[in-house]
């Protein structure tokens, strides 16, 4: 078989193979060479699902990545998917580390069984190409609700059309997407 090239996303991760060799984008990437590409495909997105399989925090937040494969698809917002995941992971470390500080703040909840406080991204600039445009954004807990530009500035909106953001994402859903420790 001739040699080939992919760049592709698998589960949330990119795989890109040249030739005989290929890289999983794991933490740490995963290299592979000298295979011919079939068994390299193969192998790498098993390298990919012992990942997500053997990290609970990897698993749950590719669970809410990837709705479409959850059970309650019609309670679910729209899915990140892989354009969305790709524009929330180029963004500028300035724009990365305001929301973590801003999410930060708002501490845990009350009680136990609330949630967890979140961070809501738009989904209607080009961010949904899979570009970084920095997106406007919606904090939310079980007690409260503030909307953001993307400048970080206060949003007049009360709360976002349910069908132009992306589900909720937790403090540790956001240094897994942004692979901060």
Known sequence: MKSENHNYMYRGFKIVIKGDEGVAWIKPPARIKHTPTIELKARLEAIVDDYINSNPEIAKIMHKLYPENNGD???????LGENILRGLEQQSESYKRHIIAELAKWG???????LLPCVRFGITGIISEGKAGQPNYQIESATDKKTYRYTHEPYDA???????????????????IWHMD
Request: without cysteine; hydrophobic residues 35%; proline residues 15%.
């Open 73 to 79: 698809n019609d309670r679910n917002p729209p899915e």
């Open 108 to 114: 845990q909840p009350p009680t136990p069984t609330a």
């Open 158 to 176: 009360i709360a976002f059309d349910e069908a132009h953001i992306t589900q909720g994402l937790t403090l540790a859903d956001l240094k897994i």
